[in-house]
């Protein structure tokens, strides 16, 4: 069994892994000359210059190509790192959720945190399932917005009693600091994280170096941590039926 939380985001990972694999397809094409015949003007053989302007207007080089490929193969690095972030915090407000709606002790829930919701909202909301909802989903908002990136995934941990090894959360740090870096600073990594997360093999002032290699470790130590959330959720009874599936 596995909760559909979790089906939800395995999915997408699939999908960012096809999107990574059709990339790799593009360079490889280009490099033995498939998307483009020898003499021509055009960059890629099949560039028409009312839909592609810019790259219509590029010069019909190899280095021009291996520029494009490369500029989309670190926008989707970049859009990856950013996305299986949100995919994770989506999955563990998911599982907030749905652990209130099955019954998890209130006192457990919300702890020390403290928030205000409008009256109003609270009868907009329609019914008990919808009121639970913007309760959880006001909560997780107040957790994600914790200053230090460990606390969200610690608090979580501890809200639900879980027993999540800290180096499964450690090990994913790095990357969700990455992703930070990526939002606000453009990539640029400070002495902080290059004295913090040495791995990485960041420079301080420079850009962090997005590659596939680095991925790779992305996908394998956030999908690590969200398959431990979930063995040990349904270890501990967490959700009713209805969240879970086979």
Not at 100 to 120: Q, T
Not at 154 to 162: D, T
Not at 218 to 235: G, I, M, P, S, T
Request: hydrophobic fraction near 40%.
């Amino acid at each position: 069994m596995k909760t559909k939380a979790y089906v939800r985001f395995l999915n997408r990972i699939v999908h960012y892994e096809a999107d990574i694999e059709l990339c790799d397809v593009l360079g490889l094409a280009m490099r033995d000359g498939i998307l483009h015949t020898d003499g021509s003007c055009l960059l890629f053989d099949r560039v028409d210059g009312s839909r592609h302007p810019r790259l219509a207007r590029r010069k019909a080089t190899d280095t021009g190509r291996q520029i494009a490929i490369g500029h989309l193969r670190q926008t989707l690095y970049s859009s990856f790192l950013k996305d299986v972030y949100a995919d994770l915090m989506g999955y563990l407000q998911d599982i907030l959720r749905a652990a209130a709606m099955s019954g998890l002790d209130p006192d457990r829930l919300i702890g020390e945190h403290r928030f205000d919701i409008e009256a109003n909202d609270v009868l907009k909301a329609g019914g008990w399932n919808e009121v639970v909802d913007l309760l959880t989903r006001s909560l997780f908002r107040q957790l994600e917005n914790e200053k230090i990136t460990k606390k969200p995934l610690n608090k979580m941990n501890s809200k639900l009693a879980l027993g999540v090894g800290q180096e499964k959360i450690d090990a994913v740090l790095p990357f969700l600091e990455i992703r930070h870096l990526l939002v606000h600073c453009d990539g640029i990594a400070d002495k902080r994280f290059c004295s913090e997360y040495l791995g990485v093999g960041a420079i301080p002032g420079e850009q962090i170096e997005l590659t596939y290699g680095l991925v790779q470790q992305v996908k394998r130590a956030v999908c690590d941590l969200v398959e431990e959330f979930d063995r040990l959720v349904l270890e501990n009874h967490l959700l009713a039926e209805s969240y879970l599936q086979p």
